[in-house]
């Protein structure tokens, strides 16, 4: 056996709590940590804050005694602490899987760049954090020997809006926990239940924030012709929420609109099966993961044809465009009363949202690493 390459990867980011703010990129890391496996040639160190990980995740780990969990924090020990690291732990490799690597480094970096909405849409991000991103990413990206994105959007996105060579830029779809699948009837009905939700509904989930064009979903449900029905908006209250609920009494639906808030990963596949459709009518994703995960439960989507949304529908889902709300209504409709085409979804989306898994995504992941190391 040859000697082992060590890749590093920083998982500061975990050390925090899973919210609605960071829940896509902490399963994002979180998955990598399980599913990357050392062989003849990669051994891997997760750097950790002081927090411990999940007991299911077997990596070796350094933790820091520095409070990464504070994001000022975590910023200063990227950019100043961990070339110290990588340098004493004679690191072959880092993986910065959140967009930002530090800018001196001892050792070749791969990016992962989720999407790149704060260039492309800044008015849908606070200006200190839009700005932040916007110059870190960009000296990141030059940095960087490799970039990982999450779809051949956002790969397009990063040559685009960054500048990087096409050849330099990797697509690795991520993927969908397993826990997202069709569950029995009986426990998606004891969940409705106990939740009090209404026998049909239509279910967003995701944060509620301008991005998330929720003002243009609000207005198409006032228009179906169907009084028993219900709109669940599931999440957490990001940001400029208040034109939202200002929307909702505007157009007299107090009764007929729901917002839970927050819904911990352990039950939103118990939401997207109880759910009568999924609506996700995002202005900008860089993969769309809740549009998969509902495809994953069986149950039938309606997605905006926008940005990397098409990628993760493909034909098991149908598109509008997002501003268009005659066409928006037309697929909430087609979806509620086209018997047949609901069945052919609910057959369509568990097998569509099976390419995206995670042993697949890592393996593809450390296929890259090696690539870039020494034979």
Request: hydrophobic share 45%; glycine share 6%; charged share 20%.
């Amino acid at each position: 056996m040859g000697t082992q390459s060590l890749v590093a990867l920083n998982a500061q980011l975990v050390s925090g709590e899973a919210s609605y703010r960071s829940a896509g990129i902490h399963a994002y890391i979180l998955n990598l940590l399980r599913e990357l496996q050392p062989d003849d040639r990669l051994r891997y160190l997760a750097l950790t804050g002081p927090r411990a990980l999940p007991d299911d995740i077997t990596m070796p780990v350094k933790s820091s005694r520095f409070p990464t969990h504070r994001p000022a924090l975590r910023i200063l020990w990227e950019q100043t602490c961990l070339p110290w690291e990588l340098t004493r732990l004679k690191a072959d490799l880092l993986h910065a899987p959140a967009f930002i690597g530090p800018l001196l480094s001892p050792c070749p970096q791969v990016l992962t760049i989720l999407d790149l909405g704060f260039i492309r849409h800044p008015e849908f991000f606070r200006r200190s954090k839009g700005m932040y991103l916007r110059t870190l990413t960009r000296l990141s990206a030059r940095r960087a020997a490799a970039i990982l994105t999450i779809s051949h959007f956002t790969a397009h996105e990063i040559t685009a809006l960054l500048g990087t060579p096409p050849e330099r830029i990797h697509v690795v779809y991520p993927g969908i926990e397993t826990r997202f699948r069709p569950l029995p009837p009986a426990e998606v009905a004891r969940f409705r239940e106990a939740q009090g939700l209404p026998e049909r509904f239509i279910l967003y989930l995701g944060t509620l924030e301008p991005r998330k064009n929720l003002l243009t979903l609000v207005r198409a449900f006032a228009q179906l012709r169907d009084p028993h029905l219900h709109l669940v908006l599931a999440g957490g209250k990001g940001w400029l929420y208040e034109p939202l609920f200002a929307e909702v009494e505007r157009l007299g639906l107090q009764e007929r609109v729901h917002f839970p808030g927050y819904v911990p990963a352990d039950s939103q596949a118990l939401w997207y099966n109880a759910a009568t459709m999924f609506v996700y009518l995002s202005y900008y994703e860089g993969f769309g993961l809740p549009v998969a995960e509902a495809l994953a439960c069986g149950t039938p989507v309606l997605a905006a044809h926008a940005a990397s949304l098409p990628e993760a529908a493909g034909d098991a889902a149908l598109l509008a465009p997002p501003d268009d709300v005659e066409a928006i209504v037309a697929g909430m409709e087609r979806l509620l009363h086209d018997t047949a085409l609901r069945e052919t979804l609910r057959e369509r989306g568990p097998a569509h949202a099976a390419q995206f898994n995670w042993p697949a995504a890592a393996r593809q992941t450390a296929t890259l690493y090696r690539t870039l190391l020494p034979s």
